[in-house]
């Protein structure tokens, strides 16, 4: 009679843990394993820190800047690669600015003229990131926590620097667009002031509740039109703004653009105003 034969289950042999039995091993095996992980990601990190510095600069279009290439009290830079026009146009505008007796409506136009040379330019652009005349631009605050300069340099990347890589890529960086002339069509000091609702400071409400307090401060303004000429490019110059009116404000003698359009420019308007009036068209738009 056959026996049936019970299989007992073989004990398994415990293996030995080796480092991992102690925790404080483990923590020590891990941290060693990632530590190389750890060194490369701070290497890389600072090689991208350094090229973002780089490309703040290039979007600026400095590097070390020479005193005659800087007008200190007005914050104005020419940009270390700058055209011949661009070099001829800042000089004027440092002439006038330190050496003349004041002239608030040459400055004006002069601050128009190193505008569109610098903005309108592509030969000496590394890319849709170097907006070139940004420092003419007013560096301020818009009633709703946007700033002037922040929205011309986004709009601009959006917009007419757009595709500046691909034209550079098609034609050639010495082909592509290059102000060679800018001519003021009109200019002049108007009798409306400029209203800006500026920060003033930080204050405590009733409710012990940190508040933006703002005031509105007016401005001596400035209706500057100008065209200009390109160079000869392959380019479809028709594609391509070759005028425009911008509103330069003094504020409290530097001389910097509110407001450009190809359109008419409404003085009368404050900032709060031109934004709404912007907000609407782009509702309509859509």
Known sequence: MRKDIELKPKKKKKRSAGVFADKKKRYLLLFLLILPLLVAIGFFGSIVYKEVMNIKNLAQGVAEVKDENKIES???????????????????????VEEEEFNG?????LVAK??????????NKQGSYDVGGLYYVFNGEYL????????????AKD???????????DYGQENVLEVTNVEIVSSQKTSE???????????????????????DHEFETYLIKCRWDY??????????????NLLIIDRNGTFQIVEASEGEIDVRKTNEEVNESEEETDSDND
Not at 114 to 123: E, G, H, R
Not at 144 to 155: A, E, K, P, S, T
Not at 159 to 169: L, Q
């Open 231 to 244: 160079a000869e490019t392959p380019l479809d110059l028709n594609k391509f703004a070759n005028s425009i």
């Open 74 to 96: 007005m914050g104005y830079i020419l940009r270390e690669n700058a055209t011949d026009l661009q070099k001829d146009y800042f000089k004027e505008l440092k002439t006038a």
């Open 193 to 215: 002031k400029f209203m800006l609702n500026e920060h003033v400071a930080y204050v405590q409400d009733e409710n012990e509740e940190w508040i933006d307090y703002r005031e």
């Open 114 to 123: 190193n505008y569109v040379a610098d903005f309108y330019t592509w030969t």
């Open 144 to 155: 709703n926590g946007d700033h002037f300069r922040d929205n011309v340099y986004l709009n």
């Open 105 to 109: 409506l040459k400055i004006a136009e």
């Open 159 to 169: 917009g007419f620097y757009k595709y500046i890589n691909n034209y550079i890529n």
